[in-house]
């Protein structure tokens, strides 16, 4: 009877102290972002929101957030159709060398950031050679580059979708004489809802918060978010980038939470 306390008593605390390993970096990001010295110390002085202020006065973060939320939503609405149509190929059709193909459309999630941005970069610039137009620092590059991105998680949780999903109302409904464009509208696409929100939702934030690969493809007058805060640490170091990275964490939070509210997520990730 101790024996199994001690184990619950256990896992329990391993529990709480991983969640403490976890959660200790965004609580401290948030916490130094209410202190009012510059340089961080601990315990602080006071408490202020001057460096919410001054986040708010800074114009290179807003117009770094307005480019972030435009091309994360277009390589969003590109990256997830695109993906999902490549999952649907993968676990439904008889192709050969589906393991390959899975391996590329993944791949760009075990290539670290400042390769592929290195990568894309020199590509950009010998097609620019070759079409005698301007791709690099182009809101049209960059959102390609980070369409590299959404694909993957698209591919992956559609396909973690399709594999836990019955397929007997598909059957059902092809059996009463459904079409099976009529069929993947009605039936397949309804039930692959969880999954396209997801991805959309991972896709979106990982596209809105990338550094590495964006760093090389931005180009003056289109700075993205985390760009922007990049260039500030630069020049200053106050709590003013612990103010705009609270505001994220938050605005990630909120979409996370309100995501879950209509489509569970803890059924797909």
Not at 31 to 54: G, K, M
Not at 70 to 94: C, K, Y
Not at 111 to 123: D, I, Q
């Amino acid at each position: 009877m101790e024996s199994g306390l001690f184990r619950r008593a256990l896992y329990r605390g391993s529990v709480a102290f991983a969640f403490l390993l976890m959660l200790a970096p965004v609580v401290t990001v948030v916490a130094i972002s209410f202190f009012r010295q510059e340089i961080v110390t601990f315990p602080p002085e006071a408490l202020t929101l001057r460096w919410y202020v001054n986040a708010w006065d800074q114009q290179e973060f807003a117009r770094g957030f307005i480019t972030s939320l435009e091309v994360a939503a277009l390589a969003t609405l590109i990256g997830v159709p695109l993906g999902t149509a490549a999952a649907l190929a993968l676990q439904r059709s008889s192709i050969r060398g589906k393991g390959a193909l899975n391996a590329l459309l993944l791949g760009p999630l075990a290539v670290p950031g400042v390769v592929a941005g290195t990568a894309l970069y020199m590509f950009y610039l010998r097609a620019e050679f070759w079409l005698d137009r301007d791709i690099t620092a182009t809101l049209e590059g960059l959102v390609a580059a980070h369409v590299l991105l959404t694909i993957p998680w698209s591919v992956r949780l559609v396909s973690a979708s399709l594999v836990g999903m019955d397929r007997s109302a598909e059957e059902a409904a092809a059996n009463l004489g459904a079409r099976p464009l009529t069929v993947f509208w009605r039936v397949t696409l309804p039930m692959l809802r969880p999954g396209i929100v997801a991805a959309a939702l991972f896709s979106f934030i990982q596209s809105f918060e990338n550094l590495e690969l964006t760093l090389l493809l931005v180009g003056p007058g289109r700075t993205t978010l985390p760009v922007a805060m990049l260039s500030y640490l630069e020049f200053r170091m106050d709590p003013t980038l612990s103010a705009v990275a609270t505001v994220q964490i938050v605005l990630v939070a909120a979409l996370m939470l309100l995501t879950d509210r209509f489509v569970k997520l803890s059924r797909v990730v």
